[in-house]
């Protein structure tokens, strides 16, 4: 058996395999000096490629943050500015019922308020103020992460010093450059001011809603107290406002507000502020807002709001404004018209809306109320409104006529008439044959207005009825104007009569008599009326003679108020608008009611409802009622 060879036998390498010679070493090759600096150059240059595109993203970055920088508003002047001027609005005895256009109460500094009022703001707005440089970081990123879940903006990440940047320095508009700005003015904010100095100018600035910046305008708007008053509830429903200060309004919104209420005291008691106890105990107690304390002598005061900024032009400086409003005589008007629309009657008879206006004999506005609820509705239907004023306008037809020859006690023919197609009616369609001119009015007898009209010369009863001011320019001259077909507005319907009542004499309705600097510098004041006789006393003593008879006898009864007075109904087609415009021997006043969609009421007539407010408030407004003794020597 042959022997065993200890060699192991060599193992054959693969075909087309190379086998190692053990003997011999691997060479390397070595790059040349060329190949080698080729490659550190391209190296070098992919580097240097990409540090000249970082270099040039941050030049560019920095030049438009230094561009946003540089195109900030003085920011020295902005901290330091004053508050916007204030318009106060006094009634006749002095007492103020209204402040407009400043929008920003007293400054407050944060010693003479209360704890929990900054500390609701704080819970609410911006819980970690006291510890951040401007900018939350921690909020920016939650509020990210939050939105990016959600897939849209759920919540937002402003600090309190960022919101006062964006208001106080930039507009609202919501772009990147106000975005970056706003950053900006945020780290100079922190720099430049404390914390409690940045506290401070954002109460005083911030908006509170219904036209009131700051929290001392805020406090007397919703509480009729100032600032340092507020108790802890009332603090936490001002500072809820600040999320959305129409929904969270507590006076048009007492619900939403209260909601957001408990959630700042909520907010409260997580940050420490206050006891679980105290606020369960605030939010059980506390009264969302006083009861309507503005009620409607605000259209009054948006009226003479604007009145004043037409009188003066820009308004730079706090003014005061004296009126003509008589608070009593106010009272009764909202009074009367607000009982009346929320009657059963009104309800029945689908009639939603009215207005009124109680005027001086020279034009002065005593009362004025331009809609059912100012809260629900600021459109003033006294001034703002543009309706057909019906039979109302016949009184400057007969008085066209009087001026022309005919008589009140003049007899005439009425017949149905027929003009180019048009045939007017009477209501229920009856006809009188002979009768008087006075009982044609006191009846509102449409044919016989028209005829007069007519006869006298419409272009003559136009331009009685535009130089009264019953009417405007616009109005066209045909026999229609008769009827009353013409738009107008309830302040210059009630000016008009106001002029017949004072005897002829020309009449512009006017509610501002002074307007003063807070130094006393009188700006404004009201000499006279400047007033010019528009017609001969003895033609509009004819015509009183026929109106007293309207309310005596006529389509006006139930406006009787006790006291003499003339008037005259209107009613529009398909009864849209309803009228009563008279006068005694010291004021005038007219009422309407309608819709504002111009919807038909169901048969409200001049002679009912309006009538019947006008004649509650005229003897509530009054001098003692008539009697024989009152006019004997």
């Known amino acids: 058996m042959p022997a065993k060879s200890n060699k192991k036998a060599s193992a054959k390498p693969l075909k087309g395999s190379k086998t190692a010679d053990p003997s011999k070493k691997r060479k390397i090759r070595t790059p040349s000096p060329f190949v080698k600096g080729i490659g550190r150059i391209r190296a070098f240059s992919a580097r240097g490629t990409t540090i000249r595109i970082a270099a040039a993203v941050f030049a560019a970055a920095a030049l438009y943050v230094g561009w946003c920088w540089a195109t900030l508003p003085d920011l020295e002047k902005a901290v330091a500015a004053a508050r916007a001027p204030r318009i106060s609005i006094l009634a006749r005895d002095g007492t103020e019922i209204a402040s407009y256009g400043a929008k920003y109460g007293r400054p407050v500094s944060l010693k003479r308020l209360p704890d929990y009022v900054p500390q609701a703001l704080i819970a609410t707005e911006d819980r970690r103020f006291y510890s951040h440089f401007g900018v939350d970081a921690r ?14 903006k759920a919540q937002g990440a402003s600090t309190l010093t960022q919101q006062v940047a964006k208001n106080l320095f930039l507009s609202p508009q919501k772009t990147m450059r106000r975005k970056v700005q706003e950053l900006l003015l945020a780290f100079w904010l922190e720099r430049k001011l404390t914390k409690d100095q940045i506290l401070t100018i954002y109460l005083n600035r911030v908006y509170f809603g219904a036209g ?17 008053d507020l108790n802890l509830y009332q603090a936490a429903v001002l500072a809820g406002l600040l999320k959305a200060p129409t929904t969270y309004n507590p006076l048009t919104h007492p619900k939403a507000a209260d909601r957001r209420a408990r959630l700042v005291l909520a907010n409260m008691v997580k940050a420490g502020y206050v006891s679980a106890r105290k606020a369960l105990n605030a939010a059980e107690t506390g009264a969302v807002a006083e009861k309507d304390r503005d009620g409607s002598v605000y259209y009054f005061a948006d009226w003479v709001a604007a009145e004043a900024e037409a009188y003066l032009g820009s308004i730079g400086r706090d003014i005061v404004v ?96 027929y003009l180019n197609g048009w045939s007017p009616k009477n209501d229920g369609g009856k006809y009188y044959g002979d009768i008087t001119l006075r009982d044609a009015l006191v009846k509102s007898v449409n044919t016989v207005a028209v005829a007069t009209a007519i006869k006298t010369g419409v272009r003559d009863v136009r331009k009685t009825a535009v130089k009264f001011g019953v009417v405007g320019a616009d109005c066209k001259a045909d026999g229609a104007i008769a009827l009353g077909v013409c738009q107008t507005r309830l302040i210059d319907a009630v000016g008009a009569y106001a002029a017949l009542a004072n005897g002829g004499f020309g009449v512009t309705p006017f509610g501002i008599t002074r307007i003063s600097g807070r130094d006393g510098e009188v700006l404004y004041e009201r000499f006279g009326g400047g007033r010019s006789r528009l017609v001969n006393p003895r033609y509009v003593a004819e015509l009183d003679s026929v109106l007293i008879d ?22 529009t087609q398909n009864y849209r608008d309803a009228w009563f415009v008279g006068y005694t021997r010291d004021l005038a006043a007219g009422i309407w009611v309608g819709n504002d969609d111009e919807t038909p009421m169901n048969k409200v007539a001049g002679g009912g409802l309006p009538a019947e407010i ?12 008539f009697s024989e003794d009152s006019y004997s020597e």
């Open 139 to 152: 909020s920016v990123l939650r509020a990210a992460v939050v939105n990016a879940v959600k897939g849209r």
């Open 212 to 228: 009131t910046y700051g929290i001392e305008a805020a406090a007397r708007k919703y509480y009729g107290v100032g600032a340092k």
């Open 550 to 571: 309207v309310i005596g006898r006529g389509t006006g009864k139930k406006a009787n108020p006790t006291v003499l007075a003339k008037g005259k109904t209107g009613t």
């Open 322 to 417: 004296e009126t003509t409003l008589d608070p009593e005589k106010q009272a009764v008007l909202d009074k009367e018209i607000k009982a009346a629309l929320s009657s059963a009657e009104a309800k029945e008879k689908n009639a939603t809306q009215a207005a009124g206006v109680v005027m001086d004999l020279d034009g002065g506005v005593l009362a004025m109320t331009g809609g059912v609820d100012y809260k629900k509705s600021q459109f003033n239907r006294a001034v703002e409104a543009r309706r057909q004023i019906g039979s109302a306008i016949k009184p400057f037809v007969y008085l066209t006529a009087f001026e022309r020859g005919m008589r009140a006690d003049d007899v005439v023919r009425d017949k149905p008439l």
């Open 614 to 625: 006008w004649g509650k408030v005229v003897h509530d407004v009054s001098l003692p009622a």
